[in-house]
């Protein structure tokens, strides 16, 4: 998957909300859109290195929007909860998800009961509901959701319970964005909560993937599955 053009580089300076950054490009303060709800403390430090795509709409706020982060051991990071999705269903269609290698057809944005699932996978004989989580924070080798609390997160993950109750398939996926994680754990010291139910979702029958990502400056691409430990 490549980013779009043209990629340019910054510096982070200041979050003022969940969604708008101060960047510095050139000589000159921007604001820049972050599409991504978390805390990202640990990514959002000043004076990070940060790359830039300039807005398409001259209406807009902000002039940029957040693409990578670079860490402080120079490991780059995509930032952007939305590009998960696009990964999985890019992998998908191009038959590179083994565990999901029987199904033929793919359907995003599934209401399903009060939640609404990332995919919906079928064949001539099975369907499989997929949520798909955006995973940025890696703490020593190990990647880690969530990094704020998310009841949301739960209740997809206590829908995905109900699903394979009634006999349909049903997986968690989390997409880690970034290329140095050794294995995934529940962020149980954020949000206890969230992995006792990740849990008892695996004990139920979900299945529970993680994969890690090679990032480059052109664009961002899945690694081989990372062991999940719970």
Known sequence: MLWPSPIIQGVFLHRRNRFTLEVQVGNEMALCHLANSG???????????????????????TAYDLILVETAEGHRIS??????NALFAEAFRDHRLQPF???????????????RL????????????????????????VARFPDAPTERGRKHL??????????LDAAVVFMVQRSDAHYFSPNDRTDPAFGETLRRAHAAGVLVLAYGCTVLETGIDLLAPVEVRL
């Open 118 to 141: 990332d995919f919906q996978l079928d064949n001539d004989r099975e369907r499989c509901f997929v949520e798909v989580k955006s995973v940025t924070l890696v703490d020593r080798g």
């Open 39 to 61: 805390r990202l403390g640990e990514l959002l430090v000043k004076g990070r290195r940060v790359w830039l795509h300039p807005a398409e709409a001259p209406e807009r706020k």
């Open 79 to 84: 930032i952007d909860a939305r590009v998960p």
């Open 101 to 115: 290698s029987g199904f033929t057809a793919l359907r995003a944005e599934v209401t399903v009961g009060e939640s």
């Open 158 to 167: 206590n829908e995905l319970m109900r699903l394979k109750a009634q006999g």
